[in-house]
């Protein structure tokens, strides 16, 4: 049985059931996601490989091979069309045209189940999705239930990275008007133990870890690679759960009443669906999700204790950010750009600015060392790379604003996300594309000869899809210095 036949046998039937890794239902073999491609706005969707199974992640790959993808949809399992697509603006704009947010990359988040490979959804700052028009989620007082599978290491302390039952108009409607999952450091309204990331629950104008505002020590600092999240509510009666998704059973962080906190008892849940971002759109925070489910009614813990069985027979594992080339931990490399207008020149710093240079084996040596690069183990992830400047040690390409710099490295999780980078095999079929680690749509591309991190099509000028694919495929070479 999948999770949503364990849920309708317990009673409490999956209203939305979304994931891009697998069915969540064991006779469903219909669509899971639906990716965009930015050759020619093409789109498919991808199914299981067999009723019930992985998602056919080969299917993705082979419709995206040479572009980009992103997830336009992530489709509900239900039957009940509860659909997820790109999240409107709300009380925040997000950065799309009309205050829309970002999509996510089709590839950000590659996994195995039992050894399959598949893709989850990488939520970057700007991110989200969104359904206002949904069928059958809980109301009001009404009960639910939900759960997701998360990336624990991936987060931030921004507003939100949510999942879950929010407001039918994209804005803060008032305390109680939410029951969702939220996931990562925020600060702002409540904290458990440790430094966090933690489980809480967001229930509008307040995360909440456990009965009241503020610090519930005994919701923990999740250090999960792979995370079950659980929140569920019923008239005066909510509960926080988790578990390692790959392995052992669920806890519980807190069960019991309403926050006497006014405004949260009875609650007035409006029944609209979020991912990635909180009621009113904000839209800063981070994370990724695989799968997930809103129940009706409130699920017993036996149910959900055999759904996380479940999850952990899916054997969720991490698998390879990079492909292409090979960059080597430890080389010392130049890159050189693709383009036509631009094959003899090569990325290069002067001081912080990056940018490319015409750059020979009888250029002066400083201008040798600022096209070279020493490539460390990435400093957010050992899986991807960083770049470190030759000639100024401790500094390393980094973004700000999507602008690609040579700063050096402060120590915080901000920097190092900004500094790290996942080669991938060039788009246009020479070299590498770097793509960045905390915002897998976007690429090293040089634009008017500066260097950016740019996306296929997306609202910046440097994001223009003409010659896309040439500006962010390089050719990485031995380096000059
Ligand atoms: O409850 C936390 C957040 O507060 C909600 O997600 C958002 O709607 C409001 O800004
Ligand atoms: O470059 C995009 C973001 O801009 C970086 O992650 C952050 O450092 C800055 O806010």
């Given at each position: 049985a999948a999770p949503c036949d364990i849920f309708a046998s317990g009673g409490t039937p999956c209203v939305a059931a979304h994931s891009t890794t697998r069915a969540l239902f064991s006779a469903f073999n219909g669509a899971l996601y639906q990716v965009k491609r930015g050759s020619d706005g093409a789109t498919t969707n991808i199914a299981p490989l067999s009723a019930g199974g992985v998602a056919n992640a080969a299917a993705q790959d082979s419709f995206c091979s040479g572009t980009t993808c992103l997830i336009t949809t992530i489709f509900d399992?239900?039957?009940?069309?509860n659909h997820l697509t790109q999240a409107p603006a709300g009380g925040f704009n997000g950065p799309e045209s009309n205050g829309a947010d970002n999509l996510a990359s089709a590839t950000g988040a590659p996994v195995t189940l039992n050894g399959q490979k598949a893709y989850g959804v990488f939520i970057s700052p700007g991110t989200g999705y969104r359904n206002n028009a949904v069928s059958g989620i809980a109301t009001g007082d009404a009960a639910e239930g939900m759960y997701a599978v998360l990336d624990g290491t991936h987060f931030n302390g921004a507003c939100c990275f949510d999942y879950g039952n929010a407001e039918t108009n994209s804005r803060d409607t008032g305390n109680g008007h939410m029951e969702a999952i939220y996931f990562g450091t925020s600060t702002t309204w409540g904290t458990g133990s440790g430094s966090g990331p933690w489980l809480m629950a967001d229930l509008e104008n307040g995360l909440f870890?456990?009965?009241?505002?503020?610090?519930?020590?005994?919701d923990p600092t999740i250090t999960n690679r792979f995370f079950t999240a659980i929140v569920k509510g019923q008239p005066n009666h909510w509960a926080l759960r988790g578990a390692n998704a790959a392995s052992g059973s669920l806890s519980t962080f807190y069960s019991g009443v309403?926050?006497?906190?006014?405004?949260?008892?009875?609650m007035k849940k409006e029944g609209a669906i979020i991912l990635?971002?909180?009621?009113?759109?904000?839209?800063?925070a981070q994370g990724t999700f695989y799968e997930g489910v809103m129940t009706s009614g409130f699920p017993s813990d036996a149910t959900e204790n055999s759904v996380q069985a479940n999850i952990v027979a899916a054997k969720y594992a991490t698998t390879s950010l990079v492909s292409g080339p090979a960059i080597s931990v430890g080389s010392s490399v130049s890159l050189r750009a693709t383009t036509a207008c631009c094959t003899t020149r090569f990325l290069a710093h002067s001081g912080t600015a990056v940018a490319t240079q015409v750059v020979?084996?009888?250029?002066?040596s400083t201008l040798k060392q600022q096209a070279s690069w020493t490539v460390v183990s990435g400093l957010a992830n050992g899986g991807c790379i960083s770049f470190q400047s030759k000639d100024t040690p401790g500094s390393f390409l980094r973004h700000n604003n999507f602008v690609l710099l040579l700063n050096a490295n402060d120590g915080s999780k901000q920097f190092k996300e900004d500094a790290t980078f996942c080669p991938q095999a060039g788009l246009n079929g020479q070299g590498n594309s770097i793509r960045s680690f905390n915002y897998p749509t976007r690429y090293f591309r040089h634009f008017d000869n500066n260097l950016d991190i740019a996306?296929?099509?997306?609202?910046?000028?440097?994001?223009?899809?003409?010659?896309f694919n040439d500006d962010v495929s390089w050719v990485v070479t031995s380096s000059f210095a």
């Open positions: 399992q239900s039957g009940r069309g870890s456990g009965n009241t505002t503020g610090n519930n020590p005994s309403r926050p006497t906190a006014s405004g949260y008892n009875p990635g971002i909180g009621g009113d759109n904000s839209n800063g020979t084996s009888s250029s002066n996306s296929n099509g997306g609202v910046h000028t440097f994001d223009a899809a003409a010659s």
